[in-house]
């Protein structure tokens, strides 16, 4: 297939899905949200009372159905387009510019990234300069460093969200975001915009991405989206918050949603590589005890280390996923703006950064664990490790997302400290050691490292310490050395992106052993259990180090923990297959052969599915 | 490009490189080796009397040169068949099968893998059946498992060298190597054989991979490859060889030198990465102090903390790599058999699975530390990620490359032992304490932790540890326990494969040590030592939760051990751009435009090529 033809099946496929009659309900309801959430959040709240069971099928039917549907093509149309126009535009704008894109009338894309700035959007160089004679702005791009670049259908679509430094006689109001036509529905470029093809990428063919220039390009003074500032006929600008800097933030927050459909995507991608190596495992034979039958390759140590802890994780990062999309939905029914709920940001920045560095590394193992059938294309993994590689640094680069929630970790921190930051941290230096003398406690007492509370303690604790460090050394650099900001912040940058992911590992812990107490059925709630130790074991595992360093492990128990994730992973393998099964996904889009799934194309590669070991049934579906 | 066209391009290629002079005269000299050893030991002898600098020019040149020849498809065609002739094939074969390859009078390929068996080769299930009446060879593929699967070249391909039971009147005299003719000059397909197209894959799209397929085919008796055994007209076998296990690891032997070659190629896309991902962080700039120039993305500290320890194993590989070369190179011109050097294989099976894998982590850091660029084909990121990612499990997946260095460590060590394993075993255990009382009193004094002399000691002292260790446990399990080999083997596997590591991780320490002691350039040495200290603290920092475990660093050394990594790392990220400058490779080899080397095609991804921060000269070549 060449670029163009996947491009044109991607377009195809997303004219499809948008012409599916609840697709287009739910995008219309995007537009009605703020008038209606009264009247929503009234029933579901009559939903969550009746039938709870209900409220689990919604949250799964939100899972399968994004899976299937944020395609990233999608996440850039409806996604960042439509998110940019919804949560920026005023109800008229929203009426103007996202209803028409559900109705299929034309297609958006989202115009934030230039250049020279990628990370650091705030730095962005695009122009939007008023001019008050015509009542029109004009956009343009003063270097080759503020070309939009990455532009997901810069080739095909027709408006763009564009992201400027609004300028009004000459003083800068920082960026705002801008509607601007980019071709007419026959292709013709509106004056002063020319796009460039950025062409093969190391995976999503199907999109293009291109680079969007602007010559001094003319648009009405109402395309500027303007729920957080706005511009008067005679070039009075006016805006519901006060600060530059905060009316920035409230911007990005329009990015959240998304970074949450990456999850997501993240998950689905790696739920698919682990149906598949976990299958192959199961049916594929490799040595074995001499004069024997060759075992299963599952049976082989290494191979069950390998999987096991990806499909722990990946079950902790579905449970966590749906914890926080029933925040976003919650904020959202309630009206609130997303920019407000900072804790949630961090939350979605944190599990974005997680989910898909689990991803990348679980996809690795999957594809070496399958060997050369791995390699194959035909087997899918391949693709799946292509197109979902660009997750970390996209729509807000790991790094950076792990900076989101430190600096969140740290406001929340510096609220409770109060005013007095230097008290706070003794206060919270001694509490940190009477913590340590408390819970290293159960470290030396080796019949506990099983326990899921010891492993809950532990990782909070972590994080605890972690965080307390760190703002003690951001304190003593800052405020003690008059170390400049960014310098002290960046000599502590390991540390920064330490806390983070102890934070997130925290977190998915938590909300997988809240799933398990919340199962009602004994035998799902007995292998779900399994998987939560193994989950919280080999979070440990990884940081034995730093709970050695901690005196939080003692030489002993750092072993027993190695013993007990061995031992873990050895016992899930066989489970593995019915949790695999559960994940749910239709053999259609399963596909490859190896688990299974016979394609004309490769008869060479077909292994049947294999049974289960044991006659147990299947679980109830996850 | 379609797949066709990526296959035809590579093969001009290869005509092209086969029919350069000197690849010519190196081809023949392959077949001429046995021959004249004595005269080129002579010559090297002098050589190395006489100049030592052109020993080191000799060992260079073999580097640069395997690294712009040993494509894969050269690999298939002239080292993987090429290798079986010449390494299986009595003189009279050599000629026969070999130098019309090096003459393009046909091309070749290797069939060892089958669908069923590709980890465990010895249990291959293709028959060759000696039929005396014909004095013919019946290759037959009895199973859809029997398949010979991943056959570089099988669609276009003349002549196989198929490994398959060789029996006689129903005995089986284990694996031997056929030379079966698949198809003639005009593609006429020999009788019997069939081959099917195995399509797309992650990478290597210009090899094409099939599948051969025997039904009766019939060869003469002259094709079996007769230097580890042979059929006489009335078919009776000798061998020079008398055990079957013994013969059949003759023949992996040959594989050796394909598996030195795929560890150049994976240093190749290694360095390559590098050079990209060194010099964009070094002109990208973003994020920066209130009010100043953004800073390089070089200086923040997640980046220099992810890419320079690669850089430092990089050098690290090509100084073991060199290392490994001279010997193979000594043992050829000694004319010893490669099968006989069982430790050599065992430095090369490490070898190659450490530098695969370090290759596939480092190019997915090179790619995320470049961002969206990365991700961009033309910044060639991608590709030597999907070309190269096959290394890890092919010419022998790394997890059994790790068991063939562990199966000679242990060799070693019963050798050591002598027979009595049990009083061995408690020798060792009492020298194991006196070396954790002597070598841990190091690890208490803080200054020390800097020093190499430290770290030698480190990553040698875990070595001995681990394999005592294993070797008592498969004891207690086989000898005590009387435990079935393969179980108990299966039980300490993630043992195995840490020793392994353990091992090679050593020897890459020791070889960049030595490399270190033998540069005379004053500048050059002293850069050399920070990335030695580097690689060396990168090494214990991985393992420091084990030297925790194990009382040989406390907390206190194990925290400094942190510190003094982030510090060498910072130290040495603007030398960075100098060591990768001495990789020496051609701009039109690293292409990419965010490494300073414009393309047309996308002038939107040309960053200039960084300047040294300082004013200092440029290394001599590495």
């Given at each position: 297939?060449?670029?163009?033809?996947?491009?044109?099946?991607?377009?195809?496929?997303?004219?499809?899905?948008?012409?599916?009659?609840?697709?287009?309900?739910?995008?219309?309801?995007?537009?009605?949200t703020t008038?209606?959430h009264?009247?929503?959040?009234?029933?579901?709240?009559?939903?969550?009372?009746?039938?709870?069971?209900?409220?689990?099928?919604?949250?799964?039917?939100?899972?399968?159905?994004?899976?299937?549907?944020?395609?990233?093509?999608?996440?850039?149309?409806?996604?960042?387009?439509?998110g940019?126009?919804?949560n920026?535009?005023?109800?008229?704008?929203?009426?103007?510019?996202?209803?028409?894109?559900?109705?299929?009338?034309?297609?958006?894309?989202?115009?934030?990234?230039?250049?020279?700035?990628?990370?650091?959007?705030?730095?962005?160089?695009?122009?939007?300069?008023?001019?008050?004679?015509?009542?029109?702005?004009?956009?343009?791009?003063?270097?080759?460093?503020?070309?939009?670049?990455?532009?997901?259908?810069?080739?095909?679509?027709?408006?763009?969200?564009?992201?400027?430094?609004?300028?009004?006689?000459?003083?800068?109001?920082?960026?705002?975001?801008?509607?601007?036509?980019?071709?007419?529905?026959?292709?013709?470029?509106?004056?002063?915009?020319?796009?460039?093809?950025?062409?093969?990428?190391?995976?999503?063919?199907?999109?293009?991405?291109?680079?969007?220039?602007?010559?001094?390009?003319?648009?009405?003074?109402?395309?500027?989206?303007?729920?957080f500032?706005?511009?008067?006929?005679?070039?009075?600008?006016?805006?519901?918050v006060?600060?530059?800097?905060s009316?920035?933030n409230a911007m990005l927050a329009a990015l959240t949603p998304t970074r949450l459909?990456?999850?997501?995507?993240?998950?689905?991608?790696?739920?698919?590589?682990?149906?598949?190596?976990?299958?192959?495992?199961?049916?594929?034979?490799?040595?074995?005890?001499?004069?024997?039958?060759?075992?299963?390759?599952?049976?082989?140590?290494?191979?069950?280390?390998?999987?096991?802890?990806?499909?722990?994780?990946?079950?902790?990062?579905?449970?966590?996923?749906?914890y926080a999309a029933g925040l976003m939905d919650d904020a959202l029914c309630q009206g609130q703006d997303l920019q407000s709920n900072r804790a949630l940001q961090a939350l979605v920045a944190g599990l974005k950064?997680?989910?898909?560095?689990?991803?990348?590394?679980?996809?690795?193992?999957?594809?070496?664990?399958?060997?050369?059938?791995?390699?194959?294309?035909?087997?899918?993994?391949?693709?799946?490790?292509?197109?979902?590689?660009?997750?970390?640094?996209?729509?807000?680069?790991?790094?950076?997302?792990?900076?989101v929630v430190?600096r969140e970790l740290?406001t929340q921190?510096?609220k409770?400290?109060?005013?007095?930051?230097?008290?706070?941290?003794?206060?919270?230096?001694?509490?940190?050691?009477?913590?340590?003398?408390?819970?290293?406690?159960?470290?030396?007492?080796?019949?506990?490292?099983?326990?899921?509370?010891?492993?809950?303690?532990?990782?909070?604790?972590?994080?605890?310490?972690?965080?307390?460090?760190?703002?003690?050394?951001?304190?003593?650099?800052?405020?003690?050395?008059?170390?400049?900001?960014?310098?002290?912040?960046?000599?502590?940058?390991?540390?920064?992106?330490?806390?983070?992911?102890?934070?997130?590992?925290?977190v998915?812990?938590?909300?997988?052993?809240?799933?398990?107490?919340?199962?009602?059925?004994?035998?799902?709630?007995?292998?779900?259990?399994?998987?939560?130790?193994?989950?919280?074991?080999?979070?440990?595992?990884?940081?034995?180090?730093?709970?050695?360093?901690?005196?939080?492990?003692?030489?002993?128990?750092?072993?027993?923990?190695?013993?007990?994730?061995?031992?873990?992973?050895?016992?899930?393998?066989?489970?593995?297959?019915?949790?695999?099964?559960?994940?749910?996904?239709?053999?259609?889009?399963?596909?490859?052969?190896?688990?299974?799934?016979?394609?004309?194309?490769?008869?060479?590669?077909?292994?049947?599915?294999?049974?289960?070991?044991?006659?147990?049934?299947?679980?109830?579906?996850?």
């Amino acid at each position: 297939m060449t670029l163009d033809q996947s491009r044109d099946l991607t377009a195809e496929r997303l004219y499809h899905l948008l012409r599916l009659p609840f697709m287009k309900e739910h995008l219309r309801n995007q537009v009605n949200t703020t008038h209606t959430h009264t009247q929503r959040e009234r029933e579901r709240q009559r939903e969550r009372e009746s039938s709870a069971p209900l409220h689990y099928a919604f949250k799964k039917y939100y899972g399968v159905t994004m899976i299937k549907l944020c395609c990233h093509m999608f996440g850039v149309v409806c996604g960042l387009y439509g998110g940019a126009v919804n949560n920026l535009g005023s109800p008229e704008q929203k009426m103007k510019w996202y209803l028409p894109v559900s109705e299929l009338q034309f297609t958006g894309m989202f115009a934030m990234t230039e250049r020279g700035h990628g990370s650091n959007v705030r730095g962005i160089i695009t122009e939007a300069r008023y001019n008050q004679s015509t009542q029109e702005f004009i956009i343009h791009t003063p270097s080759e460093d503020a070309q939009k670049m990455y532009i997901g259908n810069a080739m095909k679509g027709h408006y763009a969200a564009v992201f400027a430094q609004l300028i009004i006689n000459g003083e800068s109001q920082g960026p705002h975001c801008f509607i601007v036509p980019i071709r007419d529905q026959n292709g013709v470029m509106w004056p002063g915009v020319t796009t460039t093809d950025m062409k093969h990428k190391e995976g999503l063919h199907g999109v293009d991405n291109g680079i969007l220039i602007f010559n001094n390009v003319r648009i009405p003074r109402e395309n500027l989206l303007r729920k957080f500032g706005s511009v008067s006929a005679d070039g009075l600008y006016s805006s519901p918050v006060l600060s530059k800097s905060s009316r920035f933030n409230a911007m990005l927050a329009a990015l959240t949603p998304t970074r949450l459909g990456l999850t997501v995507q993240a998950m689905a991608a790696m739920k698919l590589g682990l149906v598949i190596a976990v299958r192959y495992s199961h049916s594929r034979r490799q040595f074995g005890p001499k004069d024997q039958d060759e075992v299963k390759i599952i049976e082989h140590q290494t191979q069950y280390l390998r999987l096991m802890p990806h499909l722990a994780a990946a079950l902790a990062l579905i449970f966590t996923t749906r914890y926080a999309a029933g925040l976003m939905d919650d904020a959202l029914c309630q009206g609130q703006d997303l920019q407000s709920n900072r804790a949630l940001q961090a939350l979605v920045a944190g599990l974005k950064a997680y989910s898909t560095w689990e991803n990348v590394a679980c996809l690795q193992d999957c594809r070496e664990c399958t060997g050369g059938m791995g390699f194959m294309m035909e087997n899918r993994i391949p693709s799946l490790k292509c197109d979902s590689d660009v997750f970390v640094t996209f729509e807000g680069d790991n790094m950076v997302m792990l900076q989101v929630v430190v600096r969140e970790l740290l406001t929340q921190y510096t609220k409770l400290m109060g005013n007095n930051l230097v008290m706070g941290l003794i206060r919270n230096w001694t509490s940190s050691v009477s913590d340590s003398l408390r819970t290293s406690f159960l470290g030396f007492s080796v019949d506990k490292v099983g326990d899921l509370m010891f492993l809950l303690k532990a990782v909070s604790y972590r994080e605890r310490v972690l965080q307390r460090s760190l703002a003690s050394r951001l304190y003593t650099k800052v405020k003690k050395n008059k170390d400049e900001f960014f310098m002290a912040w960046n000599a502590c940058l390991h540390h920064v992106t330490t806390l983070a992911m102890a934070h997130i590992h925290r977190v998915t812990l938590e909300q997988f052993a809240l799933a398990v107490r919340e199962c009602h059925i004994k035998e799902d709630r007995a292998l779900l259990t399994k998987f939560c130790l193994l989950h919280g074991t080999s979070l440990v595992y990884q940081e034995r180090a730093w709970y050695l360093e901690h005196n939080y492990l003692t030489p002993n128990t750092s072993q027993q923990i190695r013993s007990q994730l061995l031992e873990l992973c050895r016992s899930v393998k066989d489970d593995a297959l019915k949790v695999v099964d559960d994940f749910n996904i239709p053999s259609c889009c399963i596909q490859a052969p190896i688990a299974g799934v016979p394609n004309p194309r490769a008869e060479w590669a077909f292994y049947p599915q294999p049974q289960y070991p044991s006659s147990t049934q299947p679980l109830s579906k996850l």
